[in-house]
């Protein structure tokens, strides 16, 4: 038995960008199995984390988000970091512990967790843009501009036209605006 992901959460937390970028399969509150990098979590058989106690990786999950939702990013990078070994597709955990560790200046550790999130999750446009954003926050000019490249290539594609056309005009956006405050 599986407990799922509470997406409609998720949604609220992030705002229209996530649900342009979620799979069809993850925008309501459902368990997006075949779907790579959303979150299920096994309930039976939870194996401790370093010999502690269990957790149970959806209130952990919830209390992440709540974290999240509220600023507080060190305790909600915590929970998502904690609740990863629980999960059969972890891509939506590495994005948020990615995107917490951004949001408090640590660019290196969330480049890290957003590469992990975009090799599992790579239709998640919100993780493509704090990869990108990390990238140019470190400094690496080449990485931010093949990001910036591979999503006004699918603007371009989408050419307006689609349902994800204007979250990618905002992913453009704002991993330029990230690359303009990069030093020349």
Known sequence: ??????LVALLGVTGGLAAASLPNTARANCSPSGVSGGGSYAASGVPSVGGGPSIDPQKRYEQGLAAYGDGRYREA???????????????????YAGASRLRLGDAKGARRMLERAEKLAPE????????????????????????????KAQADQCAGKCEEAEPLLAVVTTISEAMAAMPA
């Open 1 to 6: 038995m599986t407990k799922p992901i509470n």
């Open 124 to 151: 998640f446009l919100i993780a493509q843009q704090d990869l990108g954003v990390a990238y140019a926050k470190l400094g690496d000019r080449p990485k931010a501009e093949a990001v910036l490249a591979k999503m």
């Open 77 to 95: 990078g915590r929970a998502f970091e904690d609740v990863i070994p629980y999960s059969s597709q972890p891509g939506l955990l590495y994005y």
